[in-house]
């Protein structure tokens, strides 16, 4: 299995709203990233957990909460987004010691009314 | 900064070569080239990786000057559907290491 599992595919929250993203991966994989992508940009990276655990947060606004529970589940809490928060959000996964090969799921595409 | 630089964007006749060209000259002894690729409305996908030596395998190929501030991804035997956006990313190959995409180069292969 060399799936990186997002759900759900798509998500439309109001601004009080909350609601959660979720990435799961089944390969063992120790390091698993968030990233989120506007239209026409490259991805940017949010959060990197590393054996569980919070290595990198890229100065992501508080409204958005990563959990990592266990080495295959990863999850992305909203919360108070604003409409410029719309994006399609990827999740991704790798060896906890290595880059070498970041395996991507679809992502979910969220809009924010 | 941005670590590397690609052209915006690029064209190739289906069944030719794509030669996708990158510069990263201020990469440093213990990082590696990444190149991923990002098909429309999907995740990005590995393709290769290298650090001083030529790399093949089942996709691609990664030529790296030997003075490291550039490289070259090949596709051999480009089909439609290569069309994607191609990154090159400079990273050391380590737990403190992070996946950064630049601006990357949109290839259009062509029939």
């Known amino acids: 299995d060399t799936e990186v599992t997002q759900t759900p595919k798509h998500l439309v929250m109001g601004m009080t709203n909350k609601k959660s993203l979720k990435c799961e991966q089944h390969?063992?994989?120790?390091?698993m990233y968030w990233y989120k992508q506007k239209a026409k940009k490259p991805p940017e990276l949010m959060f990197v957990y590393s054996y569980e655990k919070l290595s990198i947060n890229e100065s992501v606004p508080s409204r958005f909460s990563p959990e990592c529970p266990n080495s295959s589940l990863l999850n992305l809490h909203l919360h108070a987004l604003q409409p410029e928060d719309s994006a399609l959000y990827l999740c991704?996964?790798?060896?906890?010691?290595?880059?070498?090969?970041?395996?991507f799921g679809q992502g979910t595409r969220l809009t924010v009314v | 900064d941005a670590k590397t630089t690609q052209p915006p964007s690029m064209d190739c006749a289906e069944g030719r070569a794509a030669n996708l060209p990158c510069n990263h000259s201020?990469?440093?002894?213990?990082?590696?080239v990444y190149w991923y690729r990002q098909i429309h409305s999907q995740g990005p996908q590995y393709i290769i990786h290298?650090?001083?030596n030529n790399e093949t395998n089942e996709m691609a190929s990664l030529i790296i000057t030997e003075d490291r501030k550039s490289s070259t991804l090949i596709l051999p035997h480009a089909t439609l559907r290569d069309t994607a956006v191609y990154y090159c990313?400079?990273?050391?190959?380590?737990?403190?290491?992070?996946?950064?995409f630049g601006q990357g180069t949109e290839l259009s292969v062509k029939p």
């Open positions: 390969m063992g994989h120790r390091a």
């Open positions: 991704a996964s790798s060896h906890g010691d290595r880059l070498t090969e970041a395996f």
């Open positions: 201020t990469i440093s002894g213990n990082e590696y």
């Open positions: 990313i400079v990273e050391r190959n380590n737990q403190g290491g992070k996946l950064i």
């Open positions: 290298g650090l001083k």
